[in-house]
C-alpha cells in the first residue's frame, strides 16, 4: 500500500491515534513521552504508530498533516496538535473530555455491532 494511504486508513480507522517517536510505554523522546502521558491520563486505550518504526510515514504525514514535527494526536479524523497543544488542553482540562467523548463513541460503535 502507498504510504499515503496507509496514513489515511489509519486515521480513519483509530478514532484515538497518537503518532509518536516510540511507545506509550517506552517512549523515545521526551515530546512524545509528554504527550502520551497526558493521553494515558484520560484512561481510555488509544491507538498509536512509532514513526522510528515506520520512516516512510514519519517522512510522508507532515506535509498530509501540514504539521511538521511529532507527536502528533489525531482524533476522529482531525489533527488535535503536537505535543504543547496537547499539554496546554490537559491543564485547562479540556484534553480529557475530549478523549473520553471519542472513546465512548468508538465503544459505543463496537457495542452496537
Ligand atoms: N513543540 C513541538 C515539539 C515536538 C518537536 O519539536 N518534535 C521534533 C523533535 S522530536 C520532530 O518531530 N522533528 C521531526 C522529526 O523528528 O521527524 C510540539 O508541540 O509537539
Ligand atoms: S528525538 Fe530529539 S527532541 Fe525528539
Do not use: H
Not at 51 to 75: C, G, H, K, M
Not at 92 to 113: C, F, H, N, T, Y
Amino acid at each position: 500500500m502507498e504510504t499515503i494511504d496507509k496514513i489515511k486508513q489509519q486515521i480513519s480507522e483509530n478514532p484515538i491515534l497518537l503518532y509518536m517517536k516510540g511507545s506509550p510505554k517506552l517512549p523515545s523522546c521526551g515530546f512524545s513521552s509528554q504527550a502520551a502521558q497526558a493521553i494515558m491520563s484520560c484512561g481510555e486505550k488509544f491507538a498509536f504508530v512509532d514513526i522510528l518504526q515506520n520512516p516512510d510515514i514519519r517522512a510522508e504525514l507532515p506535509a498530509y498533516a501540514q504539521w511538521p514535527t511529532f507527536p502528533q494526536l489525531w482524533v476522529e479524523g482531525e489533527l488535535i496538535g503536537g505535543c504543547d497543544i496537547i499539554i496546554e488542553m490537559f491543564q485547562k482540562g479540556e484534553l480529557q473530555p475530549l478523549i473520553k467523548e471519542a472513546a465512548a463513541r468508538r465503544d459505543g460503535e463496537e457495542a452496537a455491532e
